[in-house]
């Protein structure tokens, strides 16, 4: 997936309105936790607009930036799991349907937009990051570049269970980086397996139903006088 300096910089527009819209709204708990989450999430995708097959030239460069990218992409499928907190909204009542109110609705507005357009524009950076990631390695092996996919996602799906549940964040690997290795060594048990498995699972069915709608864009007009030329 090809981004054009245009879509970047409309992607880059967008977000600073959606924050601001965010900010605007959102300033009070519980659901001030979105501004900065979205934030987060907005990380790793600008880092992906500097990452292709062509550049950074410099080899080093290159990878030290796709670390840096993979230690911040988790935080965009991140939204995925935040979804819970839709709970808080209480959108049942007691007559045991969901209730008509306009702050419950746009509340689920902000939270269901800031996940979805985030989660999409991130496996768009994923795409691009593999695609580079296996042009580097000069594999042009379909079954290679998924696999790098798969890994990666994997990896985000990992990087969302110490999020979410060891409640440690990208920058105590910087800052304190004995404090984060040492959770995650002892963080496997079957739940968390389980749990990464599953994310890793919904990542994936996101990032193949992008691609077909973006492969199903790709293909080529027949116009009809050329079917019955064909016939």
């Known amino acids: 997936m090809v981004v054009s300096r245009t879509n970047k910089w409309i992607v880059r527009a967008c977000f600073l309105v959606w924050i601001t819209i965010l900010y605007s709204y959102l300033k009070q708990p519980p659901f001030n936790f979105l501004v900065l989450n979205t934030f987060l999430a907005y990380i790793p995708i600008e880092l992906s607009f500097h990452i292709d097959n062509f550049k950074p030239k410099n080899i080093i460069i290159f990878w030290l930036l796709v670390v840096v990218w993979l230690l911040f992409y988790p935080n965009t499928p991140y939204l995925l799991t935040d979804l819970f907190h839709l709970s808080l909204l209480n959108p049942y009542g007691t007559n045991g349907l969901l209730r008509l109110d306009d702050i419950m609705w746009l509340k689920f507005t902000l939270l269901l937009t800031s996940t979805i357009f985030s989660t999409l524009l991130g496996l768009w950076g994923l795409d691009t990051i593999a695609n580079a990631i296996a042009a580097r390695l000069h594999a042009t092996n ?26 440690i964040h990208t920058i105590y690997l910087f800052l304190t980086p004995e404090l ?37 864009g790709n293909r080529p007009h027949i116009n009809q006088n050329d079917e019955s030329n064909q016939k």
Do not use: D, E
């Not at 790098?148 to 990896?155: A, D, M, P, Y």
């Not at 496997?188 to 492969?215: D, E, G, H, M």
């Open 180 to 216: 984060f290795i040492r959770p995650l060594m002892n963080m496997w048990s079957r739940p968390a397996i389980i749990f990464i498995i599953l994310l890793t699972v919904v990542q994936l069915v996101f990032y193949y139903t992008l691609k077909l709608i973006q492969n199903s």
């Open 142 to 167: 379909l079954v290679f570049k998924h696999s790098i996919v798969i890994v990666l996602t994997f990896l985000a799906s990992v990087g969302i269970f110490i999020g979410r549940f060891l409640r």
